[in-house]
């Protein structure tokens, strides 16, 4: 029980489809990540949200597109996704100024066709 | 760019034993946190570590920031079947936040 929701919690688009994850945070922290989970490889942070502002995206394609509209909502637009973008999507947040706390939720498991 | 070396990438043992597992970097880290995943699920944080030397326990678990703040170690003792899981090692460098460097993750599977 991690207080970060996400949804859905499974997930399969074509090449051409649009989709949008969403994660949820009932713990009151004011900061907001992205993770991409791939097998064999380290967690890979995608995007950082710090008071609903995005502080850091690690190059990221374009083709994913995040969107924190408040503190305790953040989204991921997915869009023209490739085969190789198919891993679990976790979202985390945490509180300032402990950052390195991220409490993580379960994850969404795309498969782009 | 930085590395953790999380070591090692499985561990098959029977209920009871002790497990050890650690994590080393070329780079100092000011913060060490030990996540556990179960399959299906997110990380969950069992320990955060903040000073070199610091040696932090949770149940049967015990960390260690160790002293150099280029490496942590990780204990499990008197292992049971829900220790299942995949154990990973992060680090912080302080600073800008959200910057967390992952391990690559200590499979874990636990013989009854």
């Known amino acids: 029980e991690t207080g970060v929701t996400q949804t859905p919690r499974h997930l399969v688009m074509g090449m051409t489809n649009k989709k949008s994850l969403k994660c949820e945070q009932h713990l009151g922290h004011n900061a907001m990540y992205w993770y991409k989970q791939s097998a064999k490889k380290p967690l890979e942070l995608m995007f950082v949200y710090s008071l609903e502002e995005r502080v850091e995206n690690n190059s990221v394609p374009s083709r994913f597109s995040p969107e924190c509209p408040n503190s305790s909502h953040l989204f991921l637009h997915l869009h023209t996704l490739q085969p190789e973008d198919s891993a679990l999507y976790l979202c985390a947040s945490s509180q300032e100024p402990v950052y390195n706390e991220q409490f993580f939720g379960p994850g969404t498991r795309l498969t782009v066709l | 760019g930085q590395q953790l070396n999380q070591s090692p990438q499985s561990m098959f043992i029977q209920e009871g034993e002790d497990v050890s597992m650690n994590c080393t970097s070329s780079s100092i880290f000011n913060t060490w946190l030990w996540y556990k995943q179960d399959p299906g699920e997110g990380p969950v944080l069992l320990i955060a570590?903040?000073?070199?030397?610091e040696l932090t326990s949770n149940g049967r678990l015990t960390a260690q920031f160790g002293i150099t703040r280029k490496d942590s170690f990780l204990n499990i003792s008197a292992s049971i079947p829900s220790d299942v899981g995949i154990y990973f090692c992060?680090?912080?460098?302080?600073?800008?936040?959200?910057?967390?460097?992952f391990g690559k993750g200590t499979k874990l599977s636990v013989k009854p």
């Open positions: 992060a680090g912080h460098r302080g600073g800008s936040q959200g910057n967390l460097i």
């Open positions: 570590l903040y000073k070199a030397g």
